[in-house]
C-alpha cells in the first residue's frame, strides 16, 4: 500500500508504492533481491556472501556445470541455464528480482582458443538470453563481470579505460562483443549496466568460508599452493621469456573480497542514477609469476615445485590497471590485495580441504 506521508529520508510525495519503494530505497540504500547469473562458481559465491552481510538477499541462478551446489549459502538457488529466456524470465518474476548481476561464462584462455564455439554460446548467447528475460521482467540493472582481457596487449601501462579493446583470444573477444552489445541496449535506455574489468581475481573469503574451486583448476594461486603442498607434482610456469623484468607474465591481482565489494558498490552507483559505465578494477601494481611462487614459500615455508612450459596462446606479457576511474566512479579502495593476504586467505580455505597442516 502506499505511505501515508512525505518520506522523511527522500521527501518524495507518495503517488505509487513501486516507485516510492524505488526511490527511497536508492536514497537509503535499502534491500535488494538480486539475482546472481553464476553465483555457484568463485567469484559469484563470494558477490553473494557481500551481498547477504549487508542485508541483500541473492538468487542464485546457475546449472551448476561449473558452480557447486554447497558454495550457495545465502539464499536460494534455481538450477537452470540462462540461456533458457522462458525460464529466466519466470525466475525474476517469482523472485521479484530489483537487479541482475551476471558471473556465468566460460572463462580458462586456453579452452577458448581448443572450443570458442563453446565460449560464444555461453559467454554471448547466455548474455543475450539474459537481456530478453530482464526487458520482460522490467529488470533495468546489471552488473556484468568483464575482464582485463577486452584490452589485448596494451599499448600502455598502466591500462586506463581509454585503451583500445583488440582481445587477442576468444575469451576477450566474447566479453568484448558482449560490452559492445550492452553499449546498444542501453543506447535506447532499455537497461543501465557497469561492465568491470577485472584484472586477476585471487584468494578466498577471509574467514575461510569458501574460496577457489575450480575443475580443473587453471589459475596460478591454487596450483602453487597444491604444489608447495606437495600434491599432483610440479606445478606448470607457462612461459618465461617474455619481455618482464624476470621473463614471466606480470598480472594485477585482486583480493576476490575486494572485487565483491566494488560490485556491492557498482550496483549502488547505477540504482542512484548514473549512467552505465565500464570501469576496471584492480590494484594498479603487477606482480610476476615468480614473485608469486616466491609468496607462495613465505607463507607456506615450502618452495614451490614446477616446469617451464611453453608460453600458451594469447597470454599478454603485462597487464597492469590503472585505477583511477574505479576510486572516482566507486570510491573504491582494495583492503586485502596484497599478495601475502591474498595466499594466506587462499592457503587458509585450502590447506583444510587437502589435509595439510598449516604449521
Known sequence: MPCASTCAFCNYCARDFRSLSLHCNAAMGALMRVLVVGGAGYIGSHICKALAERGDTPIVLDNLSRG????????????????????????????????????????????????????????????????????????????FSSTCAVYGEPQALPITEREPRTPVNVYGQTKHVVELMLEDVSSIGALKYAALRYF????????????????????????????????????????????????????????VMDLAQAHLQALDRLREGSASFACNLGTGTGISVKEILDAVEAVTGNPVPHTISPRRVGDAAQLVSDTCLARDLLNFTPTYSDAKTIIEHAWAFHAPRWGVSRD
Not at 71 to 92: C, F, H, Y
Request: glycine letters at 10%; proline letters at 5%; hydrophobic letters at 40%.
Open 68 to 143: 557447486h551446489r554447497h558454495a550457495v549459502k545465502w539464499g536460494p538457488l534455481i538450477e537452470q541455464d540462462v540461456r533458457n529466456v522462458s525460464a529466466v524470465t519466470q525466475a525474476m518474476s517469482d523472485q521479484g528480482i530489483d537487479a541482475v548481476m551476471h558471473f556465468a561464462a566460460n572463462i580458462e584462455v586456453g579452452e577458448g582458443q581448443r572450443e570458442p564455439l563453446a565460449f560464444w554460446d555461453n559467454n554471448v548467447a547466455g548474455v543475450v538470453a539474459l537481456l530478453k528475460a530482464m526487458e520482460r521482467s522490467d529488470v533495468r540493472h546489471l552488473v
Open 200 to 255: 586477476i581475481a585471487a584468494g578466498a573469503s577471509p574467514d575461510g568460508e569458501i574460496g577457489e574451486e575450480h575443475d580443473p583448476e587453471t589459475h596460478l594461486v591454487p596450483n602453487a599452493l597444491k604444489a608447495a603442498a606437495g600434491l599432483g607434482g610440479p606445478m606448470h610456469l607457462f612461459g618465461d621469456d617474455y619481455d618482464t623484468p624476470d621473463g614471466t607474465c606480470v598480472r594485477d591481482y585482486i583480493h
